[in-house]
C-alpha cells in the first residue's frame, strides 16, 4: 500500500458530514501503556493502516515509551477490534475504558509519533515507569478520602474548573510541562502521608507518582483508570460519587457529565455555567467558559471585539489582523492558555 493512503485528506465539514450519516452506532474508547516501543514509523503506519480499515476515528500517540490511544469504534466491531490488537500488535495486557457519555467524539484518525506519552519535561533521571503509585480503585479511593488523605488533581487547571474531586487541590498550572515542580513543592510538607493523585484516564498519574516517589514521597497512590474508570464503576455500583461536576475530555464532547452539578462559572457574566467553548472568532480561539446568555449575546465569541469581527468580510479580516491592528483577548496575554476571566 502506497504512503499515500496512510494519511486522511478530507476536509473537516466532509467529515463531520459523513460522521452524521452513518446508520450505525459508535463507542468511544481509551487506553493506554507505558511500554518500550521500536520502530515508531513502521509501527504508526502499521496502526493507521489497521485501524482505518476497521473505521476506527480518534486521537492515537506512540512514543518510545508507549501508547496513549483515544478512539471511536463501531460498536459491533470492538470485540475484532480487540482480537486484532492482540494477534497484530504487542502491547499486553491493556485496560479499556468506555466513554461516561456518549457523543460523537472524533471525526478523523490521527496516529502521531512524539517524544513522550505524556510530557511533563522532567529528566528521565527523575522517574522509573517500574516503579509507580499504588493503583486503588473507586472503593479504596472513596475510603482514603474519607480517612483523610491529600487529593491532588493532576490536570490543567481549566479541566478542574468545571468538575474535581471534593476537597481536591487544584495546582495552578497552565501546561502540564509546569506541573511536577509545582505538585512537589506544593506537597514538601506531606513526604510520608497518604497522597491521592488523579486525572482524566489515568495515563498522567502513572508519571507523576513515579516523579513523587523519586523524590521521597512514601505513600503514592492513584485512581487507576482516572476519572472515567471512577465515574462508570460509580454509576454501576450505585455509590454516591466524590467526584462532583463534568470530566473534560479532549475531544469535540468537550466534556462527561458526572454529576449534575455545575461547579463553573460563565467567564464573562460569572453566571453558573460549566460550557468550555472556543471563541468562533478564529483568530482568537480562546479557550473559555459560557453560559447560553452571553452565548447569544456575542454570537460565540469570548467579547464584543471578536462578535464584531466576524461579521467582516474574510479578507478584510485577515488584513486587519495580519496588520497587527486589532488584538484579540487570546493576543492580550503571553500565556498558551490564558483565563478569559484575567484577562478582562
Ligand atoms: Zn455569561
Ligand atoms: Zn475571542
Not at 488584538?327 to 490564558?338: E, G, R, Y
Request: charged share 30%.
Amino acid at each position: 500500500m502506497g504512503k499515500e493512503t496512510l494519511y486522511n485528506k478530507k476536509s473537516k465539514i466532509e467529515l463531520k458530514k459523513i460522521l452524521k450519516e452513518e446508520q450505525f452506532t459508535r463507542r468511544t474508547i481509551s487506553f493506554y501503556k507505558y511500554i518500550s516501543l521500536n520502530n515508531l514509523d513502521e509501527l504508526r503506519d502499521k496502526i493507521y493502516e489497521s485501524w482505518n480499515s476497521l473505521n476506527i476515528l480518534g486521537r492515537v500517540y506512540i512514543a518510545n515509551e508507549g501508547i496513549n490511544a483515544q478512539i471511536s469504534i463501531p460498536s459491533n466491531g470492538i470485540n475484532f477490534f480487540k482480537d486484532e490488537l492482540n494477534s497484530k500488535f504487542n502491547f499486553g495486557d491493556l485496560m479499556f475504558k468506555t466513554a461516561i457519555q456518549e457523543g460523537n467524539s472524533f471525526y478523523k484518525l490521527v496516529v502521531k509519533i512524539k517524544n513522550e506519552i505524556v510530557a511533563y519535561n522532567v529528566s528521565e533521571k527523575e522517574y522509573n515507569m517500574n516503579h509507580v503509585g499504588k493503583h486503588l480503585d473507586y472503593k479504596e479511593f472513596n475510603k482514603s478520602i474519607d480517612d483523610g488523605a491529600i487529593v491532588l488533581d493532576m490536570r490543567n487547571y481549566y479541566e478542574g474548573e468545571i468538575g474535581k474531586f471534593e476537597n481536591a487541590i487544584i495546582p495552578d498550572i497552565e501546561r502540564s510541562q509546569e506541573l511536577l515542580p509545582e505538585v512537589k513543592q506544593l506537597l514538601d510538607k506531606h513526604k510520608n502521608d497518604k497522597i491521592l493523585l488523579y486525572c482524566t484516564g489515568g495515563i498522567r498519574c502513572e508519571k507523576a507518582s513515579s516523579y513523587l516517589i523519586h523524590h521521597g514521597f512514601s505513600d503514592v497512590n492513584q485512581l487507576n483508570g482516572g476519572i472515567i474508570q471512577y465515574a462508570n464503576d460509580i454509576k454501576k455500583n450505585n455509590v454516591q460519587s466524590k467526584f462532583i461536576g463534568k470530566n473534560f475530555v479532549f475531544d469535540d464532547r468537550m466534556s462527561e457529565p458526572v454529576t449534575e452539578h455545575v461547579i463553573g462559572e460563565c467567564h464573562i457574566c460569572f453566571e453558573s455555567s460549566d460550557s468550555h467553548t472556543n471563541c468562533a472568532n478564529e483568530h482568537c480561539h480562546i479557550l473559555f467558559i459560557q453560559c447560553a446568555n452571553c452565548r447569544d449575546k456575542f454570537q460565540n465569541c469570548c467579547s464584543e471585539d471578536c462578535s464584531k469581527f466576524i461579521l467582516l468580510p474574510k479578507e478584510k479580516r485577515k488584513e486587519m489582523f495580519k496588520n497587527g491592528d486589532i488584538k484579540f483577548n487570546a493576543q492580550k496575554s503571553q500565556k498558551i492558555k490564558p483565563r478569559l476571566k484575567d484577562i478582562r
